[in-house]
């Protein structure tokens, strides 16, 4: 076996042993790698959340002047909670050319061949950096990665590229879809519900809501353009958590869900959310205002993620092409932080290793095939950033 792979794997088994799910801290991980780069006389540099529990973790091999190629990774992974594993999720296992484990496909691996080929970077004399970005909750919305990105654009010579190396069968991919993601609350008048006229059920005011935002779903599908780059080819929304009442007998008061959508590059997001709020204002505040004018519908945005909008011209297109040999860029739907790399004038592509088809579920795995391929990959990055002039 390649040692370079062969580290990879080594590095890839002690990533999965931490539990970085997003609802916790991502501290340790993050000591261990600066450690390890420090080790190997790399700098590094520290963002961190505003309660300084979780951190971002920034590293520079090569001339520390100028700007050079971003390899970009979230530490994050997503809950097991509620899921059927069969394998021990945060205890890499390997069976039948697979490894096991939660990120193992997202996107552990991609950070442990990047770590990996750490050493054999630091013996070249690299013409052109390659940064290390390791990122806190993407999963819940790309957050840590705003906090590393604005502390580079402000003190860093800005990079000429990024490769987020999200799961893409080592593939490249130009463009992902962008989200926003909304909670409601529905505040009804709460009542026996013997007597329902002398209430407002907050349920199935919700219910109403949730059932227009079907129909807008079933529209854009419909008008769906067949010759769209994204699969699907519209935008899609998503329910994801909703929760109210208390008890049979009482009608309820509050009603609260979560929902967003994912969006396509060239499409105006206000004009879907002027489209509910229309709704909302017209159908079903009028009626919930009747029984009491505390009643009412509030909607907060959460969060809000850019699309990377395709740029086959673009310097990291370039890159991963004549490093790969590979001509056609395609497009995914789920998100990824290259938007806002994008967003703030550095270029992205999304390559890695992994399947997203493995991604979030149980008994997650990525072939080793798949990391061999990545190995051979930053091989190639490596020696392009010491021959480059």
Known sequence: ?????????????????????????????IAD?????????????????????????WCTIGPQNVGGVVLSGHTDVVPIDGQD????????????????????????GFCAIALAMAPEMKKRDLKIPIHFAFSFDEEV????????????????PLPRAVIVGEPTSMKIVGGNKGGRSFRTTVRGVPGHSSEPHRGANSIMAAARIVNYI???????????DENSLFDPPYTTFDLGVIEGGTANNIIPEYTHFNWGYRGLPDENPLELENKIKSFIDENIEPKLKLVSKDAGVTTELRNETPPLIPDHESAAEHLIRHLTGLNESGTVAFGTEAGLFQQAGIPGV????????????????????????????????????????
């Not at 076996?1 to 794997?9: C, G, N, Q």
């Not at 790399?42 to 971002?56: C, E, I, Q, S």
């Not at 919305?141 to 860093?156: A, P, S, Y």
């Not at 991604?359 to 190995?375: L, N, T």
């Open 214 to 224: 079907e129909s807008l779903q079933e529209e854009l599908i419909k008008n769906a």
């Open 1 to 29: 076996m390649d040692i370079i792979l062969k580290r990879s794997i080594e590095w890839l088994d002690r990533l999965i042993a931490f539990d970085t799910t997003s609802r916790l801290s991502n501290l340790d991980l």
């Open 350 to 389: 999304i390559f890695g290793p992994g399947s997203i088809q493995q991604a979030h579920q149980p008994d997650e795995f990525i072939e080793i095939d798949q990391m061999a391929q990545c190995v051979s990959f930053m091989k190639e990055l490596t020696s392009w950033a010491e021959e480059s002039h």
């Open 141 to 156: 919305g790309c957050i840590g990665v705003r906090h590393l990105i604005k502390d580079v654009v402000e003190n860093l």
């Open 33 to 57: 790698v600066e450690k390890y780069m420090k080790e190997l006389g790399v700098p590094t540099r520290l963002t961190y959340d505003k309660d300084k529990t979780k951190a971002n973790l």
């Open 85 to 108: 594993w069969t394998k021990a999720p945060f205890k890499m296992s390997e069976e039948s050319g697979k490894l096991f484990g939660r990120g193992t496909s997202d996107m552990k």
